[in-house]
């Protein structure tokens, strides 16, 4: 790592911008292959829109992007402004922190009016001084004093929009909130895109080809859940042939229907006849003419299993995300999916950094750079110039959009013809809010929500809204408190994140003063860990919810399959010859008969029992989560698709050697990336492998 501004040597084969996941692995591959590299980052962290905080700097990063960037008026075309484009890409940015037990309100609106034309400095120090002089604690630790400077500066700030509203009032136990949250600040961190891996998808297969899976540890995602309309609950889905086996939601026409379709999505590609005539076709379209599943089923087949972020799927789309689904069961026990330890985003990035700096990639954070010198004859990319003055040059350029310079970034921007955000949301709560289950995925179908209820006409979420609860297990946050993260697509800048998501979080937590969310636990009651209805032997066999009742695991512990082959092979037997004979099947498409034994990887017991008959929601019994601390945000996620608007193809395009990658999208696994990221290698290093084996410390030198 280097640790100074100034570089000896000022000239590479690529230079990176940005240590956005993208980035990262092409920085690794390159470097890997011999390529000289530079990768600079004018962050103090490493992942980019993908990175991960403690509780102190989610909040710096917060602030400061929701801060207004002064800009200069006809600014010189090659400048690069990062700050700007930052702020450019995130809106509508709102923290809250909610009043559960109200204590003693202090009314800041007096201090702030009195106040209005002091900078906003001295308006903050106001606030402050007058939140000390109300209720001073009796001996204020360090991090009651920040959490009052805190609140005192968001409460001053009229660049903040929504932010600064929430805190014309402020309660001594919003206060405590804060204080505890900078108390565990270092217990948090909190991914800004959220995803998951496919434990046979793009990326897991890449990190155990090239060994770096072996810098990172996982956990296993435990249960998914779908939200349904028609009976207003948040239920389970079948996502498993042992889920499908021990299912009490399923009838038995309906488990034996879903298991012709499972077995069919994995081998498909080799029955191009049957979905062929669906190939351009919604997926939905296809599974229920092909297969004439019911609601439930369709339900579970669509988002539980086939879901990868596109609410419009073709049929080809749905049925590839349903065989890497099916695929990706087993590997590792019993689920599809593996969530990294200590932040999802910048423990990946980081490991992809390591190699690079291994095969001598040079990093620099926190590295202000100025402007890129272009050969404008040539349109030709040829240096960068970093705040220092210094000019560093490359044969290539690798880069996000937010280093672009200003002629490079209105170039972009006029080919954008339709836009795209994602709303997110970031939500702390005291308990799960799925029982006894802690690292849960949960998915509200477009249209399944009314978004502002009362009102006329109604307006219901356009996109699926996705939700990823992790707990203390995934070294995310302490151990009695859990993440929520929350988010969607959206088609406009206008409306808020907090406005789209609002009503898909009442579904499964208390809002305090919210009295469309879930019912609060009474105030005399303490806090208890999650619970179900009294202990069944059922439950006592499935263990506690501990963190301990998923262990953590790394890439070379595969699951030996064989062992429970004919176990398992013997129960779609039983199943298949219980099933009701007379159930139809559609002519068309004729459905394909079961495959042979080795097409579909069973499930294996030595994983732990299916939690397919526990209540996996809050079903009243027990206290509901209680919202402690919130941050909303949209994020910019356009980009140039064709047809490209009229005019813009007269625009001077980027610079040839430049390559400027796409922002994370909103899907839930890192495929979308890491296939990029492989493009871009395989175009500057033709013929080379990407990302080989690392040799162990004792064959290579570097180590």
């Known amino acids: 790592m280097a640790d100074m501004d100034s570089l000896e040597t000022t000239v590479f084969d690529a230079i990176i911008l940005g240590t956005g996941f993208t980035q990262t692995i092409v920085a690794a591959a390159l470097a890997r292959a011999g390529k000289t590299v530079l990768h600079l980052d004018e962050n103090d962290y490493y992942g980019g829109e993908s990175g991960a905080f403690g509780f102190r700097d989610l909040v710096k990063w917060a602030d400061k992007v929701a801060t207004p960037v002064s800009t200069v008026a006809k600014a010189d075309s090659d400048k690069i402004e990062f700050d700007k484009l930052v702020a450019?890409?995130?809106?509508?940015?709102?923290?809250?922190?909610?009043?559960?037990?109200?204590?003693?309100?202090?009314?800041?609106?007096?201090?702030?009016?009195?106040?209005?034309?002091?900078?906003?400095?001295?308006?903050?120090?106001?606030?402050?001084?007058?939140?000390?002089?109300?209720c001073t604690p009796t001996a204020p630790s360090k991090e009651t004093n920040e959490a009052i400077e805190?609140?005192?500066?968001?409460?001053?700030?009229?660049?903040?929009?929504?932010?600064?509203?929430?805190?014309?009032?402020?309660?001594?136990?919003?206060?405590?909130?804060l204080e505890e949250l900078y108390k565990t600040t270092r217990k948090y961190n909190f991914d800004l895109s959220p995803k998951l891996l496919y434990s046979r998808g793009p990326l897991t297969n890449l990190l155990i080809s090239s060994g770096i899976g072996k810098y990172l540890e996982f956990k296993l995602l435990e249960r998914t859940a779908v939200y349904e309309a028609l009976t207003d609950k948040v239920e389970m889905m079948p996502?498993?042939?042992?889920?499908?086996?021990?299912?009490?939601?399923?009838?038995?026409?309906?488990?034996?229907?879903?298991?012709?379709f499972l077995q069919f999505a994995v081998d498909y590609e080799n029955q191009q006849s049957i979905w062929e005539d669906y190939r351009d076709a919604p997926f939905t379209q296809f599974v229920q003419s092909a297969y004439g599943l019911t609601d439930k089923v369709l339900t579970a087949v669509v988002y539980a299993i086939g879901f990868d972020g596109n609410d419009e799927a073709t049929t080809a789309d749905g049925l590839k995300s349903v065989k890497v689904y099916l695929q990706s069961l087993g590997r590792y026990g019993n689920s599809a999916y593996l969530c990294p330890l200590y932040g999802v985003g910048s423990e990946l990035a980081q490991a992809f950094c390591r190699v690079s700096a291994v095969y001598g990639g040079i990093y620099m954070l926190q590295h202000g750079l100025d402007k890129h010198v272009v050969d404008k004859a040539a349109n030709k990319w040829q240096s960068v110039?970093?705040?220092?003055?210094?000019?560093?040059?490359?044969?290539?350029?690798?880069?996000?959009?937010?280093?672009l310079s200003v002629d490079m970034d209105a170039y972009l921007e006029a080919r954008i013809l339709n836009r795209s955000y994602v709303s997110h949301c970031i939500l702390v709560t005291d308990r799960s809010?799925?029982?006894?289950?802690?690292?849960?995925?949960?998915?509200?179908?477009?249209?399944?929500?009314?978004?502002?209820?009362?009102?006329?006409?109604?307006?219901?979420?356009?996109?699926?809204?996705?939700?990823?609860?992790?707990?203390?297990?995934t070294m995310s946050c302490p151990s009695d408190r859990y993440i929520l993260y929350i988010w969607a697509e959206s088609d406009t800048a206008d409306g808020s994140a907090k406005e789209e998501l609002t009503a898909a979080i009442r579904k499964l937590v208390h809002i305090p003063s919210d009295s469309r969310s879930l019912k609060a636990p009474a105030s005399s009651e303490e806090p208890v860990p999650e619970s179900t209805p009294a202990p069944t032997s059922e439950t006592k066999a499935l263990g506690d919810a501990s963190n301990e009742d998923q262990p953590r695991m790394s890439l070379d512990q595969e699951m030996d399959m064989e062992q429970v082959r004919q176990e398992i092979l013997k129960a779609e037997k039983k199943l298949f010859e219980e099933a009701d004979t007379t159930t139809p099947i559609p002519s068309r498409p004729s459905t394909p008969g079961p495959s042979s034994s080795g097409s579909a990887k069973p499930l294996t017991k030595m994983f732990q029992k299916s939690k397919s008959s526990v209540s996996l929601v809050n079903n009243g019994s027990t206290p509901a989560p209680v919202a402690l601390f919130s941050l909303f945000y949209k994020r910019t996620t356009s980009w140039p698709r064709v047809p490209y608007p009229i005019g813009s193809e007269k625009l001077t395009p980027l610079p040839s050697n430049l390559t400027l990658l796409k922002p994370m999208n909103h899907s839930l696994d890192f495929e979308a990336a890491t296939e990029e990221a492989r493009a871009v290698f395989e175009t500057l290093c033709p013929g080379e492998e990407f990302l080989p084996p690392t040799p162990e410390p004792e064959d290579h030198a570097a180590y």
């Open 88 to 134: 450019k890409t995130y809106n509508h940015v709102e923290i809250q922190l909610y009043n559960a037990n109200q204590g003693t309100i202090i009314d800041l609106a007096p201090v702030i009016d009195a106040n209005k034309g002091a900078s906003a400095e001295d308006r903050a120090k106001a606030i402050e001084d007058y939140i000390n002089a109300t």
């Open 150 to 177: 805190t609140i005192a500066s968001w409460a001053a700030s009229s660049n903040q929009g929504a932010t600064a509203k929430n805190f014309t009032s402020v309660s001594t136990h919003q206060i405590h909130a």
């Open 239 to 260: 996502t498993s042939k042992e889920d499908v086996f021990v299912s009490k939601a399923l009838s038995l026409k309906e488990k034996r229907l879903l298991m012709k």
């Open 385 to 403: 110039v970093d705040h220092t003055g210094q000019t560093l040059q490359a044969g290539q350029l690798i880069c996000s959009r937010e280093y």
């Open 433 to 473: 809010a799925f029982g006894e289950t802690t690292l849960c995925k949960t998915l509200f179908p477009m249209g399944s929500l009314v978004l502002n209820p009362g009102e006329t006409p109604e307006k219901r979420n356009e996109h699926t809204i996705s939700v990823l609860q992790m707990c203390g297990g």
